[in-house]
């Protein structure tokens, strides 16, 4: 129970379905001096999954797809980092370094875990270089691209064969994401194609493929038969009682042994959780951190809650709670009600949402729907999956921008404009003015640099005064020590000359050790020098 004056820390992982819910919810019930609440997120706003897989054809815009946290969260401190680590026995969560490149610690009374899935391609060859997953934004942006893009090389292929591949497309799940993702982007492709003068007659394999005997699972039979007949009138392929097993960049290749030649793969399965819960060492279920029906953590009731995706929790019934949207956002609710007991002392709910139905869209004016035991389908099922979504939408301003795609939609065809914005490296060049400080002792050690022109010092304090360790100049390399021992850097880099230099960001700096040994080994090679010789107090470590 809170003390008079004590105002307590409640901190927030993730901003999705269940994190902003519950930040919303808390708002509500606590005066700003009972607590202060914090949210972390790898963006800065909250993504509506149920309408992602319309990114797919531009019917919605890239922007309205996703909810801005401040806007609909505005009492909540947002931090945009990645999260790095949960210390559970210590109440303290590590996110990543931003632009200064410290580690941020925030300690807390109170955790909410609210991670949700990731799409895990393990024991999957070749799957995570050549498939795409489909969960967040920039999958949909980056998948939007790309089907773009395989349109525009298949219209300048003369390659019969290669010219099919490209127009061959394979989506492997048919849950309600697989099934959505296929409808959106078979439309997609079957509709912008008659802009391609080349390809216009050409014919279009758009192939899903799924472990079950039928699709959509989460459905009755009936239904799940409707949307089948659905989209194979549509021409998609559906195969049944198989997986993707594995991939290249020319094919995808399924359990059963069957291939297909193509240059276009998507997975919506299977789904794991983020790394920093993986390895948490907590009580969990094939995973998912295992909850009481409170939501609490088991071992740290009235500190921890998990909910949404990443959680396993059964109802007060004791029924499983599927992975779905509407029933994250009921958890949210329990979850502030939890806390806001914690903090007054008063008593905790259950969860007792069973589910008020499920709905998936097959997009062209076609859906199925299972509200209160009625099973509906074909147009009604689609207005009612529009109407139903776009009054759950959180904010009125994004509610009016997707109206207004939608009726821009039926007005227009898809636009076909790709955006070429995302870089697979970000290695990249920097300068520095003399006296300008590259890194600072105890700053993370996230890149590796080269020098190209100019030259800099190495300064390390000690006992409070700054020592000059050493001069660097043109073609010599700093910053690797803290890069391969993972610590922070032990000197300060200051510029003496105006300095040109490479940096090479950890993650590239680890793609490139891992794929050319003797890369990896010439730095390797000089770090043990360095510290051989930084012990003798020649020579830096940065
Ligand atoms: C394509 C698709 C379609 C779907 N359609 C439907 C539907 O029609 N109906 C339905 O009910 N459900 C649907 N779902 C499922 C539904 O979206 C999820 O059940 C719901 O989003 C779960 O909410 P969550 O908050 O647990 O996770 P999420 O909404 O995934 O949110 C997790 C948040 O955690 C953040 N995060 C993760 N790792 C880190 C980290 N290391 N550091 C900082 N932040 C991090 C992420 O940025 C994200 O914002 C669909 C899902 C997908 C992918």
Same mark, same amino acid.
């Given at each position: 129970?809170?003390?008079?004056?004590?105002?307590?820390?409640?901190?927030?992982?993730?901003?999705?379905?269940?994190?902003?819910?519950?930040?919303?919810?808390?708002?509500?019930?606590?005066?700003?001096?009972?607590?202060?609440?914090?949210?972390?997120?790898?963006?800065?706003?909250?993504?509506?999954?149920?309408?992602?897989?319309?990114?797919?054809?531009?019917?919605?815009?890239?922007?309205?797809?996703?909810?801005?946290?401040?806007?609909?969260?505005?009492?909540?401190?947002?931090?945009?980092?990645?999260?790095?680590?949960?210390?559970?026995?210590?109440?303290?969560?590590?996110?990543?370094?931003?632009?200064?490149?410290?580690?941020?610690?925030?300690?807390?009374?109170?955790?909410?875990?609210? =991670?949700?899935?990731?799409?895990?391609?393990?024991?999957?060859?070749?799957?995570?270089?050549?498939?795409?997953?489909?969960?967040?934004?920039?999958?949909?942006?980056?998948?939007?691209?790309?089907?773009?893009?395989?349109?525009?090389?298949?219209?300048?292929?003369?390659?019969?064969?290669?010219?099919?591949?490209?127009?061959?497309?394979?989506?492997?799940?048919?849950?309600?994401?697989?099934?959505?993702?296929?409808?959106?982007?078979?439309?997609?492709?079957?509709?912008?194609?008659?802009?391609?003068?080349?390809?216009?007659?050409?014919?279009?394999?758009?192939?899903?493929?799924?472990?079950?005997?039928?699709?959509?699972?989460?459905?009755?039979? @009936?239904?799940?038969?409707?949307?089948?007949?659905?989209?194979?009138?549509?021409?998609?392929?559906?195969?049944?009682?198989?997986?993707?097993?594995?991939?290249?960049?020319?094919?995808?290749?399924?359990?059963?042994?069957?291939?297909?030649?193509?240059?276009?793969?998507?997975?919506?399965?299977?789904?794991?959780?983020?790394?920093?819960?993986?390895?948490?060492?907590?009580?969990?279920?094939?995973?998912?951190?295992?909850?009481?029906?409170?939501?609490?953590?088991?071992?740290?009731?009235?500190?921890?809650?998990? =909910?949404?995706?990443?959680?396993?929790?059964?109802?007060?019934?004791?029924?499983?709670?599927?992975?779905?949207?509407?029933?994250?956002?009921?958890?949210?609710?329990?979850?502030?009600?939890?806390?806001?007991?914690?903090?007054?002392?008063?008593?905790?709910?259950?969860?007792?949402?069973?589910? =008020?139905?499920?709905?998936?869209?097959?997009?062209?004016?076609?859906?199925?729907?299972?509200?209160?035991?009625?099973?509906?389908?074909?147009?009604?099922?689609?207005?009612?999956?529009?109407?139903?979504?776009?009054?759950?939408?959180?904010?009125?301003?994004?509610?009016?921008?997707?109206?207004?795609?939608?009726?821009?939609?039926?007005?227009?065809?898809?636009?076909?404009?790709?955006?070429?914005?995302?870089?697979?490296?970000?290695?990249?060049?920097?300068?520095?003015?003399?006296?300008?400080?590259?890194?600072?002792?105890?700053?993370?050690?996230?890149?590796?640099?080269?020098?190209?022109?100019?030259?800099?010092?190495?300064?390390?304090?000690?006992?409070?005064?700054?020592?000059?360790?050493?001069?660097?100049?043109?073609?010599?390399?700093?910053?690797?020590?803290?890069?391969?021992? @993972?610590?922070?850097?032990?000197?300060?880099?200051?510029?003496?000359?105006?300095?040109?230099?490479?940096?090479?960001?950890?993650?590239?700096?680890?793609?490139?050790?891992?794929?050319?040994?003797?890369?990896?080994?010439?730095?390797?090679?000089?770090?043990?020098?360095?510290?051989?010789?930084?012990?003798?107090?020649?020579?830096?470590?940065?």
């Amino acid at each position: 129970m809170n003390m008079p004056g004590s105002k307590k820390k409640v901190l927030i992982l993730g901003g999705g379905f269940a994190g902003m819910y519950t930040a919303k919810h808390l708002e509500r019930l606590l005066q700003p001096e009972e607590a202060e609440i914090s949210l972390v997120n790898l963006e800065n706003y909250s993504v509506y999954q149920p309408m992602l897989p319309e990114v797919i054809s531009g019917s919605i815009g890239l922007t309205d797809v996703v909810s801005p946290i401040r806007r609909i969260c505005p009492r909540s401190h947002l931090i945009m980092r990645d999260l790095e680590e949960i210390d559970l026995a210590r109440k303290v969560v590590t996110v990543s370094p931003g632009f200064r490149p410290r580690r941020l610690e925030l300690p807390y009374d109170y955790l909410v875990v609210a =991670l949700g899935g990731t799409t895990s391609f393990y024991g999957m060859p070749g799957m995570l270089e050549n498939a795409k997953p489909f969960r967040n934004l920039a999958d949909a942006v980056a998948l939007r691209n790309h089907l773009i893009h395989a349109l525009e090389e298949a219209d300048v292929e003369t390659d019969a064969a290669l010219r099919s591949k490209l127009l061959t497309f394979v989506v492997a799940g048919g849950g309600f994401s697989g099934v959505e993702v296929m409808a959106e982007l078979n439309d997609f492709v079957n509709s912008v194609k008659k802009n391609y003068s080349r390809i216009r007659k050409e014919k279009v394999r758009c192939v899903l493929v799924h472990s079950g005997d039928r699709i959509l699972p989460e459905m009755t039979q @009936d239904l799940a038969l409707f949307a089948q007949r659905i989209l194979a009138r549509r021409g998609v392929e559906i195969v049944l009682k198989d997986r993707l097993a594995a991939a290249t960049s020319e094919k995808a290749i399924f359990k059963s042994g069957v291939e297909v030649p193509t240059k276009t793969i998507v997975s919506t399965v299977p789904s794991t959780v983020a790394p920093v819960l993986q390895k948490l060492d907590c009580a969990k279920d094939k995973g998912r951190l295992l909850v009481n029906s409170f939501l609490e953590l088991q071992g740290y009731e009235g500190t921890v809650w998990a =909910l949404g995706d990443c959680s396993s929790a059964k109802t007060k019934a004791g029924n499983p709670v599927p992975p779905t949207a509407q029933h994250a956002i009921r958890e949210a609710k329990t979850v502030a009600h939890n806390i806001t007991a914690a903090i007054r002392g008063g008593t905790r709910s259950e969860f007792a949402f069973e589910g =008020l139905g499920k709905l998936g869209s097959l997009g062209h004016f076609s859906a199925v729907a299972e509200i209160l035991g009625i099973r509906i389908s074909g147009v009604l099922a689609w207005f009612l999956w529009r109407g139903i979504y776009l009054s759950k939408f959180p904010g009125f301003s994004q509610k009016v921008r997707i109206g207004l795609d939608w009726v821009i939609a039926l007005l227009f065809p898809p636009d076909l404009v790709q955006l070429k914005m995302l870089r697979e490296s970000d290695i990249r060049r920097q300068h520095f003015e003399p006296g300008e400080v590259v890194f600072n002792q105890g700053d993370f050690g996230d890149s590796v640099y080269v020098i190209e022109k100019g030259a800099c010092e190495v300064i390390r304090e000690q006992d409070g005064q700054p020592r000059h360790l050493a001069d660097l100049g043109g073609g010599d390399y700093f910053g690797e020590m803290a890069v391969l021992a @993972d610590v922070s850097r032990n000197a300060t880099i200051r510029a003496t000359t105006p300095l040109d230099v490479l940096l090479i960001p950890k993650d590239d700096f680890s793609t490139l050790k891992n794929a050319v040994p003797a890369f990896g080994d010439v730095f390797k090679e000089l770090a043990k020098a360095r510290s051989g010789m930084a012990k003798s107090e020649s020579r830096p470590e940065a």
